[in-house]
């Protein structure tokens, strides 16, 4: 028995690859759900705060996806003075709660009064089915009494 090679043009094995390469792509693509994303709205209760209440301040952020809201999802708060660029490190506040919210009592006096702080809340995503993107609040300034 004789062997034979056989030659196969590389414009051949190339287009080979390229019509089966968008095949495999769709069958991953269906199969991995694409990350929702997320959007997170902060209020506080006072823009400064009250004298009688121990100097705290209630922030409260609301998770969505969409117009959905989004529960036990845990969020993370960040802080810094007001008028610097880095933000601390975060702290879980909770899990939303099934309207999709999470509080948490703040005291923005820690450094003398009128002192003012600013806070952020950062949700790192999920990878669950659905999964969601990560995203964060704007920036609130609230300030001491």
Avoid: C
Avoid at 4 to 10: D, G, L
Avoid at 24 to 45: E, N, Q
Avoid at 103 to 125: C, D, I, L
């Amino acid at each position: 028995m004789e062997l034979r090679h056989v030659v196969i043009p590389v414009g051949v094995v190339l287009a080979a690859g390229l019509i089966a390469a968008p095949a495999a792509s769709a069958a991953h693509s269906s199969s991995t759900p694409k990350a929702r994303p997320t959007s997170i709205t902060l209020k506080a209760t006072h823009e400064r705060a009250p004298k009688h209440s121990s100097h705290k301040v209630a922030l409260t952020a609301t998770l969505k996806a969409g117009h959905q809201r989004l529960a036990g999802e845990t969020l993370y708060l960040e802080k810094r003075d007001a008028g610097t660029h880095k933000f601390s490190d975060p702290v879980a506040i909770a899990p939303t709660d099934s309207n999709g919210q999470a509080s948490v009592p703040v005291t923005p006096n820690a450094h003398g009064k009128g002192k003012k702080e600013q806070y952020r809340v950062v949700f790192q995503g999920d990878t669950g089915s659905p999964a969601y993107k990560a995203s964060r609040s704007g920036v609130i300034t609230v300030a001491g009494s």
